[in-house]
């Protein structure tokens, strides 16, 4: 047996054992586990997919079949490669992003309300489509949270014996 490959991590260890396997190479790797189970708790030695204790997972295959496997590992690790570098995903709406901060501000008025008219302002600037039933239902959420907030701001710094209140 030959040393094949060092995978960074079981993901793509076992990814590439699958694609060998396919292709009726028989490939192996050492029982080289990096989750530890100490008592109830299974402890995971990685960091960013590679092992903190050891140099990847290497995967071994018969000496004869060393060239051909070669050539698969390269086709997998091109395919990944060009998924990756697929179109990146369209960013969200900044006008779905306020309906979910005016959501978010029944538990977190000030800070939440903030964050959803930087998105409300944001969304309107950039001409983004609007579903009215959102942003009515988003501004009623807005406009209540903010008043409730506004009240346990004040009353909290009035507790506080802030003057700039009085």
Not at 27 to 40: L, N
């Amino acid at each position: 047996m030959k040393l094949l490959i060092r995978a960074e991590s079981l993901i793509q260890r076992d990814a590439l054992i699958n694609a060998l396997r396919e292709q009726g190479i028989e490939a192996v790797t050492g029982e080289r586990d990096i989750s530890r189970k100490y008592a109830d708790e299974t402890v995971d030695l990685a960091y960013g997919g590679i092992s903190a204790v050891f140099e990847g997972f290497s995967i071994w295959v018969p000496e004869a079949e060393l060239s051909r496997a070669q050539g698969i590992v390269a086709e997998v690790m091109e395919s990944v490669r060009s998924a990756s570098s697929a179109e990146p995903l369209p960013p969200e709406s900044h006008m779905r992003r306020f309906f979910f901060c005016t959501l978010m501000s029944i538990v977190f008025p000030v800070v939440m309300n903030i964050l959803a008219l930087g998105h409300l302002i944001r969304g309107l600037r950039a001409g983004e489509s609007i579903k009215w039933w959102m942003l009515v239902f988003g501004i009623l959420i807005w406009i209540t949270t903010s008043i409730a907030g506004y009240f346990l701001l004040r009353s909290f710094l009035l507790e506080m014996n802030f003057d700039l209140l009085r």
